[in-house]
């Protein structure tokens, strides 16, 4: 019994190390000032059309303006006890989504973010790849949106604002998200996704959606609800309790 408590014991221990970011210093994460992103909306406004469509390439040649923006965000790591619920929740949604073009950047030109790194989604993938410097440590995609966002913030609608640089993702905004402006820049963003045909086809009676509601519809749920309760706070459409539901395939095609 002893050897098997150690055994799971150590065992937890390595699942959980594997998913906390690598540290570059022991102890906490150094905090900074909370951070104005109108560098990220120079650039989004630039390089980001109205429907999301993004060129890399203009990225690319703006490079020094991109990374200035990083080294900002790496250099003011959320302070949990003096920033705000919404400027830390702006500044994690704009280092995803800036990072995530950054990425693409380093390795364009690409047919798809999945090309990156092959391996098994959410295990050994390229949203495992530890190569966000911030305040002091590394982070993955993986960790800032599944320990940080979702865990942390209990927000559903970041699913309509975080971009993974696919065709089937809701689109980047080409402007970054900021604390004053934050809950109506989400609303906006859920409307647009629910009325967007290439993400989701909402009739009355019958609903082809994203599957980000499949992989995560507990988030969608957590208010007591079903899915096509949430979809109806955003859609324009109104549909029925009754309505057959089915899933879009996803298009993992570069949003370019």
Same mark, same amino acid.
């Given at each position: !019994?002893?050897?098997? *408590?150690?055994?799971l014991?150590?065992l937890? !221990?390595?699942?959980?190390?594997s998913?906390? @970011? %690598?540290?570059k210093?022991?102890g906490?994460p #150094?905090t900074?000032k909370?951070?104005r992103?109108?560098a990220w909306t120079?650039?989004?406004?630039?390089?980001?059309?109205?429907?999301?469509?993004?060129?890399?390439?203009?990225?690319?040649?703006d490079?020094?303006a991109?990374?200035e923006? #990083?080294?900002l965000l790496?250099?003011?790591?959320?302070d949990?006890?003096? =920033?705000?619920?919404a400027?830390?929740l702006?500044y =994690?949604?704009?280092?995803? *989504?800036?990072?995530?073009?950054?990425?693409? !950047? +380093?390795?364009?030109p690409?047919? %798809?973010?999945?090309?990156?790194?092959?391996?098994?989604p &959410?295990v *050994?993938?390229? =949203? +495992?790849?530890?190569?966000i410097?911030?305040?002091?440590? #590394?982070y993955?995609l993986?960790?800032?949106?599944?320990?940080?966002?979702?865990?942390?913030f209990?927000?559903?609608?970041?699913?309509?604002?975080?971009?993974c640089?696919?065709?089937?993702?809701p689109k980047?905004?080409?402007?970054? &998200?900021e604390?004053?402006?934050l809950?109506?820049q989400?609303?906006?963003?859920?409307?647009?996704?629910?009325?967007? @045909?290439?993400k989701?086809?909402l009739?009355?009676?019958?609903?082809?959606?994203?599957?980000?509601f499949? =992989? &995560?519809?507990g +988030?969608?749920?957590? %208010?007591?609800?079903d899915i096509i309760a949430?979809? *109806?706070q955003y859609?324009?459409?109104?549909?029925? @309790?009754?309505?057959s539901i089915?899933y #879009?395939?996803y298009?993992?095609n570069?949003n370019?």
């Open positions: !019994m002893l050897r098997s *408590n150690a055994f014991s150590g937890f !221990m390595l699942i959980s190390f998913f906390a @970011p %690598s540290c210093a022991q906490s #150094l900074g909370p951070v992103h109108e120079n650039l989004l406004r630039k390089y980001v059309s109205p429907d999301g469509k993004v060129n890399y390439p203009g990225f690319i040649r490079k020094q991109v990374q923006y #990083l080294d790496g250099a003011n790591h959320p949990e006890q003096r =920033w705000t619920r400027e830390q702006a =994690w949604i704009n280092a995803y *989504n800036a990072f995530t073009v950054k990425l693409i !950047m +380093d390795h364009y690409i047919t %798809s973010i999945k090309d990156i790194k092959k391996g098994i &959410f *050994n993938s390229v =949203w +495992d790849l530890k190569f410097p911030l305040g002091g440590q #590394l993955d993986n960790h800032i949106e599944h320990r940080i966002l979702r865990e942390k209990d927000e559903p609608r970041i699913h309509f604002a975080i971009n640089a696919s065709v089937s993702c980047l905004a080409n402007v970054a &998200f604390a004053a402006t809950d109506k989400l609303e906006q963003a859920a409307r647009e996704f629910f009325a967007d @045909p290439q989701n086809k009739q009355p009676n019958r609903i082809e959606i994203s599957r980000i499949l =992989w &995560f519809g +988030d969608f749920k957590k %208010s007591g609800g949430y979809i *109806n859609s324009e459409v109104r549909i029925s @309790p009754k309505a089915s #879009l395939e298009d993992w570069l370019e």
